[in-house]
């Protein structure tokens, strides 16, 4: 089993929805972060966080450190937040503290 | 742009080859984290620099080397090269352990 799993794994939306993304996780973390991957390849980083919520624009990111899940919404989405939306936790243990590990990832295609 | 830079953008190579992939950090940043982007398994945690020291170790192969410099750019040395290491190869950087991490836009490498 992957210590960070993500759901679903493909995602198709009509322009303007409400989109949400999930991902769990199964060891202890300091951190966790929301990276978007654009069909190019390049990695942008949208959200860390280590408890709560966090709002930028029509992005929303919450954790719920006792149940190890985070969600991240798209609110009013758009074609051009299609993208690969990845989910990935700094572990606070042992030798690789501060280092991520990686879900595989939820493909989102939105359509006009 | 996240002010990180890697070079070169691709790579095609033989079997059995040896490349040097190079990323230089964002202003200020002392780490540097090398990640591997492949189609079966996804991104993975490889090697991370902290000020010119190793800090920490993830899956990173024997054949495969980094180094961080007095001016803190990283080279990722990859030797013996396989079929199976074709992949995209991340460098990212963070002022330290605990901050979000930025990522440069990847050095695609082909081994034929």
């Known amino acids: 089993k992957n210590e960070v799993e993500q759901s679903p794994q493909n995602l198709t939306a009509q322009e303007g929805e409400f989109i949400t993304i999930n991902c769990s996780y199964s060891?202890?973390?300091?951190?966790l972060h929301w990276l978007q991957q654009h069909p190019g390849g390049g990695i942008v980083s949208l959200f860390m966080?280590?408890?709560g919520k966090k709002k930028h624009g029509r992005l929303i990111a919450t954790i719920n450190i006792q149940e190890k899940h985070s969600s991240l919404h798209i609110t009013a989405s758009h074609p051009r937040d299609s993208a690969v939306y990845i989910c990935a936790v700094r572990s606070r243990n042992g030798g690789s503290q501060g280092n991520l590990i990686f879900g595989k990832g939820t493909k989102l295609s939105v359509k006009p | 742009d996240s002010g990180v830079t890697q070079t070169p953008k691709h790579l095609i190579t033989a079997t059995g080859q040896r490349v040097t992939l190079r990323c230089s950090p964002r202003?200020?940043?002392?780490?540097v984290y090398w990640y591997q982007q492949s189609l079966d398994q996804g991104l993975q945690f490889l090697i991370q620099?902290?000020?010119?020291?190793?800090?920490a170790k993830g899956n990173i192969l024997e054949r495969f080397s980094a180094q961080q410099f007095p001016d803190l750019h990283s080279e990722l040395n990859l030797s013996s090269l396989e079929l199976g290491d074709s992949a995209l190869y991340f460098c990212?950087?963070?002022?330290?352990?605990?901050?979000?991490?930025?990522f440069g836009p990847g050095t695609r490498l082909t081994v034929l």
């Open positions: 060891v202890g973390i300091s951190a």
């Open positions: 620099y902290y000020n010119g020291e190793e800090r």
């Open positions: 202003s200020g940043d002392l780490s």
């Open positions: 990212a950087s963070s002022g330290n352990n605990y901050n979000e991490q930025f």
């Open positions: 966080l280590s408890s």
